[in-house]
DNA sequence: CTAACATATGAATACATATTCATATGTAGA
DNA sequence: TCTACATATGAATATGTATTCATATGTTAG
């Protein structure tokens, strides 16, 4: 309603269908943590990081072999994946294993490569 | 190999381990484009237009009722999708009417919402 | 304790991108 | 033709963020 009510007035707007997708939009809350995951997996290095987690459990210094990239990049980009909770860690010793905190992340993979492959 | 080979070399580096993830990498193309699909699904004005469109067929001006935003925003975000072959257009006169060109994406919002829905 | 190693993190930088504003394009009707 | 409307787009701006570098933290071994 309101400030985005008052243009294209007469002939484009239909109220009944603006009216009924309106009454079906997912709350703000959902809007917010859906953009915040997907935008964790919008980037080349995390794609990498998670696709090499979802073989198996590695350590950081592996996992930033395995992506060819440093190590103070990868720590960063774990930090990222931690915090939405799409990784989680164990530790022993001096060293860090990471593995996939949820396994759902597999199955948008999935899906996105079903899209990408037409 | 080569330039991430040559720190963290004794006592964490498990050869076999990397050799094996790095033998089940997605290629470079792979990852490039789904990085794109998920960048294009990180953003919240997006993620509104695409739940809309998924429940019906919207002309522009509709769209941006719905989603509560200008009608430069949503052909700025619209042109984006469309470039991703997210959604597809259909011109009836002056308006112009978008779908969604991929049901996929449809499974891809609701494994989203199964993660964040624990 | 000290030294070496694995990881984390703060700061700086460079680049991308979401949004706004103004304006252009294209279409229908008078 | 001219006007009104629906949509698209270029430019400008502001904000976000990926990456690098230097350094800090924490752990094990000696």
Do not use: W
């Given at each position: 309603m309101s400030e985005f009510m008052d243009r294209c007035a007469v002939e484009c707007f239909h109220p009944e269908?603006?009216?009924?997708?309106?009454?079906n939009r997912l709350s703000e809350e959902e809007?917010?943590?859906?953009?915040?995951i997907f935008k964790a997996l919008?980037?080349?290095?995390?794609?990498?990081l998670l696709?090499?987690?979802?073989q198996e459990e590695l350590c950081v210094c592996d996992l930033s072999k395995?992506?060819?990239m440093s190590q103070s990049l990868v720590s960063h980009q774990l930090r990222v994946l931690r915090n939405l909770r799409l990784v989680k860690y164990r530790k022993e010793g001096k060293m860090v294993y990471y593995s996939?905190?949820?396994e759902h992340i597999i199955n948008l993979f999935t899906q996105?490569?079903?899209h990408i492959r037409h």
């Amino acid at each position: 309603m309101s400030e985005f009510m008052d243009r294209c007035a007469v002939e484009c707007f239909h109220p009944e269908t603006v009216g009924r997708v309106k009454g079906n939009r997912l709350s703000e809350e959902e809007v917010r943590k859906l953009s915040e995951i997907f935008k964790a997996l919008g980037d080349e290095t995390r794609i990498k990081l998670l696709h090499a987690l979802s073989q198996e459990e590695l350590c950081v210094c592996d996992l930033s072999k395995v992506v060819e990239m440093s190590q103070s990049l990868v720590s960063h980009q774990l930090r990222v994946l931690r915090n939405l909770r799409l990784v989680k860690y164990r530790k022993e010793g001096k060293m860090v294993y990471y593995s996939l905190d949820d396994e759902h992340i597999i199955n948008l993979f999935t899906q996105g490569l079903a899209h990408i492959r037409h």
